[in-house]
Each structure stands twice: as structure tokens, then as C-alpha cells.
């Protein structure tokens, strides 16, 4: 059964219903059809599983009643991707897709020395909100039911700051080191470089801040495809394990 995705604030689990609308109300309705009485299954992207049945349709969204409900306990592994703006939206677009059917647990949007595209204060919320429609579309297609989370953009120094980490790492071109392979368990943060990368200087300051340097090969990769490589490094090597509950 496909799944779908509703913000908790639309779920009233002490009365046994919720509402579905926008983007994902138009899909179960009008591309896929359903009709009152059907059953759907459902998640607010921070562990809930849902199946409803639906009970009424709107012009702009549909009521249904809470049939089953499960919560699904988060990957004790959580990665978190701090990666530059790019200059092509669909570029970034694609990253998050992916990174978000990979199993990543956060996307900082970050701003160094290189960076190309800076938004406009008046447009980020508007920027976000369609990254966000992003992730959904990538928990949707490979049933996931914790949502990533993204963050507001934040400067390379902002993001050198930031703590609670057990592991954080930054994929560089003139380095050698082999990436870290022990990830299960642990709370990572990647800090990838845009279009030209990371300069020296940021190297040298990550590094001061506690930032491992690594490899991701001797071919330089692009932005977004460093990304995926990172959060799919991680993938692999907990698919390793054969431990399914360790797994994104």
C-alpha cells in the first residue's frame, strides 16, 4: 500500500481522525482516485504509521478514521548532510531526493567561500518549503516514515559551530585518508563543499573545529554527487552489518 504523509497537526489520535491536503490530498485523490471507504496508510514523518480509512472528501482536503496505528522507532545511525548552495536548483533538488530515499536524517543548507547562489532573505522561506515538498516525495517513495529534517541556510562558520555530533567529517579532494567505516550507533555530520569546493582556509578551520578530512576518491565528484556518496557510504557499510534495525 502506497504511503502518504500528513503533519502531525492534522492527526487527532484522542479522537481517531485526521485531514489530508495540499500537494498529497491532489495525489490520493485526484491522480490515484480513491474514494470514501478506501483505506490509506499514512505517516506525520516523525515515526507514526497510519492506516485510515476515508470517510469524507472535500474540495481541498479529505477527513479519514484512524483504523491501526504504529510508532516506529528512528535509526539509532542518524547522518546529517551540511552541503553548499548550488547554482542549479535542480541539481540541489535532485541531491535531496536522493538523499532523502537514502535514509539521511538532516540537510543543512550551507553558504562558504564559494558559494553561488545566496538567496534572498524574502525568498528562503519559500525556498524551504519546496525542499521540504522534496524530502516528502522521497519518504513517500521508499516508505519511510521519519521525515529529514531541513534546516534554514546557514554560513560555513554556522555550521563548524554546531555540536551533538559524534563523528563529523569533511570530504576534501586533496585528500587522502580513507573515509571512517565505524558508523553504526553514531550521530555524523558531513560538511560538503559546493561548486570549486572547499578553499584551504576552510579545510584549515574545519579541522581546527574538530572535522576529520577524507576521501571520497581520487576523481572529483560534484556537489550533490559528493552528498549521495556520503550518505550512501554510510548505507553500505550498516548494510554490512546485516543488521537490519542499524540500518538508514
Known amino acids: 500500500m502506497e504511503l502518504f504523509y500528513t503533519p502531525p497537526e492534522r492527526i487527532d489520535l484522542s479522537s481517531g481522525a485526521l485531514t489530508v491536503g495540499d500537494d498529497e490530498f491532489f495525489h490520493i485523490v485526484k ?4 474514494r470514501v471507504g478506501e483505506r490509506i496508510r499514512l505517516t506525520d514523518g516523525q515515526g507514526l504509521s497510519l492506516a485510515a480509512d476515508i470517510v469524507a472528501i472535500g474540495r481541498h482536503e479529505l477527513t479519514a478514521s484512524i483504523a491501526g496505528k504504529e510508532m516506529v522507532t528512528a535509526p539509532s545511525t542518524r547522518v546529517t548532510v551540511a552541503i553548499s548552495l548550488l547554482k542549479s536548483a535542480h541539481r540541489f533538488d535532485f541531491f535531496l531526493e536522493k538523499a532523502a530515499e537514502l535514509g539521511v536524517s538532516a540537510i543543512v543548507p550551507m553558504v562558504t567561500e564559494r558559494t553561488v547562489s545566496l538567496p534572498r532573505a524574502e525568498k528562503a522561506a519559500r525556498k524551504i518549503e519546496r525542499w521540504r515538498k522534496v524530502l516528502i516525495a522521497g519518504l513517500r517513495q521508499t516508505g519511510r516514515f521519519h521525515l529529514p529534517d531541513i534546516r534554514e541556510p546557514r554560513s560555513f562558520e554556522e555550521v563548524l559551530g554546531m555540536g551533538g555530533f559524534d563523528l563529523k567529517l569533511v570530504p576534501y579532494e586533496a585528500s587522502r585518508r580513507s573515509p571512517v567505516s ?4 553514531k550521530n555524523v555530520l558531513f560538511a560538503i563543499g559546493g561548486e570549486g569546493g572547499f578553499s ?5 578551520l574545519a579541522k581546527e573545529s574538530g572535522f576529520k578530512e577524507i576521501s571520497l576518491g581520487r576523481s572529483i565528484l560534484r556537489a550533490e554527487t559528493a552528498g549521495m556518496f556520503a550518505v550512501a557510504m554510510v548505507r553500505a557499510q550498516l548494510a554490512a552489518t546485516e543488521s537490519q534495525e542499524e540500518w538508514l
Request: net charge neutral; aromatic share 8%.
Open 31 to 34: 491522480v490515484l482516485r480513491k
Open 182 to 185: 565505524d558508523f553504526a550507533g
Open 200 to 204: 584551504e582556509r576552510e579545510i584549515g
